[in-house]
Nanobody
Framework: QVQLVESGGGLVQAGGSLRLSCAAS????????MGWYRQAPGKQRQFVAIITRGGSTNYAASVEGRFTISRDNAKNTVALQMNSLKPEDTGVYFC????????????????WGQGTQVTVSS
């Protein structure tokens, strides 16, 4: 199993910045892609950004150019730098880790953190 703990959320004015961090523990050798998702009140959880073990990234169109995902494999962490924040970025942000397919014998596929609140005021 893999455990994830997020930190760095908070309240910020529109146009401001926040940096989220996520620390992984457990069977970290088996982690493949890592990413961030968010859930606004009354809405479904949605994809924000993802990064492969090799550093390739992909972003939701709504955050492209404003958010940057990064990863430190040595420290088992993934971060999300959020700039030019908008009120519509408000929500609970969740860190996610997916099992590398080559470890398909392990009893986990997907792991989620507990979430961290990001609130952007207008």
């Amino acid at each position: 199993q893999v455990q994830l703990v997020e930190s760095g959320g908070g309240l910020v004015q529109a146009g401001g910045s926040l940096r989220l961090s996520c620390a992984a523990s457990g069977s970290i050798f088996s982690i493949g892609d890592m990413g961030w998702y968010r859930q606004a009140p009354g809405k479904q959880r949605q994809f924000v950004a993802i990064i492969t073990r090799g550093g390739s990234t992909n972003y939701a169109a709504s955050v492209e150019g404003r958010f940057t995902i990064s990863r430190d494999n040595a420290k088992n962490t993934v971060a999300l730098q959020m700039n030019s924040l908008k009120p519509e970025d408000t929500g609970v942000y969740f860190c996610n880790a997916k099992r590398d397919p080559i470890y398909n014998y392990l009893p986990w596929n997907d792991s989620w953190g507990q979430g961290t609140q990001v609130t952007v005021s207008s």
